[in-house]
């Protein structure tokens, strides 16, 4: 693997209002080896940037890179070669927005991790959760009211997100089993969602005792818990149980952001695919029941964004786009930006994300010892945070583990 100098590279991390002072940064090996004022070394690739912004790669901590179609219910039909076909082109995609590491919250699997990992197709950096666990007429149970086939629950197709669980004894067995088969942490449907047939937003997921019961088996695996989430209480009960990834949180209210706060859990804002659903979610083949429930979430997203700043409650970035939907991705960092500090949404993609994955240091950072995921930028994302959209078309180099992604630099 080649060595890189990158010079008078202005650093936007996240972590400062406005971008670092000139500055190099040494790669080898596909690590980062130094920053500094200036760097000298006789064996690497001198790329300057000439004062253009460096990023550390984004990272986007929900998606479900084997939602190849709107309609997850029909998703959870197609063959297992179909959907890993089109799961790669919706990571190559996403790989060349600039995201490099992606947390799967329900649906991939530890192969196409390691097919990534052995460099048989560009993909982002994947955490998974494996299935996510949801209860009959949950999340997850797309049977629909009139569908009295027992659920299914082992040996899943590729395409379905997730499976179904009742009582304390299953919930511990399917935790077991998604961590034997190689999740990072494990994904819960803890709330009624939009995409499926019987569970209205306000249905609670789970009893206390499931919920305790799973985030005890996350602990023991030394890992958490990842819960989709929509209302105050369901928010609240998740949190009293342990939960600590609170995915969505469109309906939280202040003391509840507070209390999640002060127990150090981390929530996970996706409000663009409540926009795109609304308007494109019908064409691309999402229920009708389904679009119906989409304005009870959607219009209170930008209000729950002011309401977990103000309490000090960790956001991560997510966009939980389905389908062809999924080229939307970048497009959370624009929606936030009209309520949040630039820096702050940075953030979100970036340390924030890296504290939720529990990768500190290793991603989402521009340090020594911290994988070489770097993406360059022309312009000041800072100032215009559309400059991080349009599918890479301001990102001229994009870096993953020291190799290039994309190299089209100024020589």
């Known amino acids: 693997m080649s060595t890189i100098l990158f010079t008078n590279a202005r650093i936007v991390d996240g972590t400062a209002p406005e ?3 000139p500055t190099s940064v040494l790669v080898e090996g596909g690590i980062i080896r130094e920053v500094a004022d200036k760097i000298t070394s006789a064996d690497a690739r001198v790329i300057d940037l000439g004062g253009r912004t460096l990023m550390p790669g984004l990272i986007d901590c929900h998606v479900h890179v084997v939602a190849v179609l709107a309609d997850l219910g029909r998703n959870a039909q197609l063959p297992d070669s179909l959907v890993t076909a089109r799961s790669i082109r919706i990571m190559g995609d996403m790989l060349a927005r600039g995201f490099t590491t992606v947390r799967d919250v329900g649906g991939a699997d530890s192969g196409l991790r390691v097919a990534a990992e052995e460099g048989l197709f560009p993909a982002p950096r994947l955490v998974l959760s494996g299935k996510a666990l949801s209860q009959t007429g949950g999340h997850c149970d797309f049977r629909g009211p009139f569908d009295d086939r027992p659920t299914i629950k082992t040996g899943f197709r590729l395409g379905t997100l997730g499976r179904v669980c009742d009582g304390d004894a299953e919930m511990r067995r399917a935790a077991r089993e998604e961590i034997k088969g190689g999740a990072d942490f494990i994904k819960i449907m803890a709330n009624g969602g939009v995409a499926s047939p ?7 997921g789970f009893s206390r005792a499931e ?3 799973v985030v005890e088996e996350a602990a023991n695996a030394g890992t958490y818990v990842s819960a989709h989430l929509y209302t105050d209480a369901a928010i609240r009960r998740a949190v009293e149980c342990g939960v600590h990834s609170l995915e969505h949180c469109n309906l939280i209210e202040s003391d509840t952001a507070h209390f ?5 859990a981390i929530a996970v804002p996706t409000l663009v695919t409540y926009d795109k659903l609304a308007s494109e979610g019908a064409s691309f083949g999402l229920p009708a029941t389904s679009v119906a429930k989409v304005d009870n979430v959607r219009l ?3 209000a729950s964004l002011e309401i977990m700043r103000e309490a000090g409650l960790l ?3 997510g966009s939980d786009l ?7 991705q970048s497009e959370e960092f624009v929606i936030r930006g009209r309520v949040l500090p630039a820096m702050e949404v940075i953030g979100s993609a970036t340390h924030v994300a890296a504290k939720l994955l529990r990768m500190e240091g290793r991603i989402g950072t521009i340090a020594p010892d911290a994988y070489a995921d770097l993406v360059v930028v022309d312009g000041n994302p800072l100032e215009d945070l559309s400059l991080l959209t349009g599918q890479g078309q301001h ?6 583990g020291g190799k290039f992604i994309k190299d089209t630099a100024f020589a």
Request: glycine share 10%; net charge negative.
């Open 19 to 21: 971008p670092g002072a």
């Open 198 to 204: 019987t569970d209205p937003i306000h249905f609670l």
């Open 211 to 213: 919920l305790t019961a």
């Open 260 to 264: 999640a706060a002060e127990q150090g």
């Open 300 to 302: 209170n997203g930008m």
């Open 315 to 317: 956001m991560a970035y």
């Open 322 to 328: 389905l389908g062809e939907m999924h080229q939307h």
């Open 395 to 400: 990102m001229p180099i994009i870096m993953q």
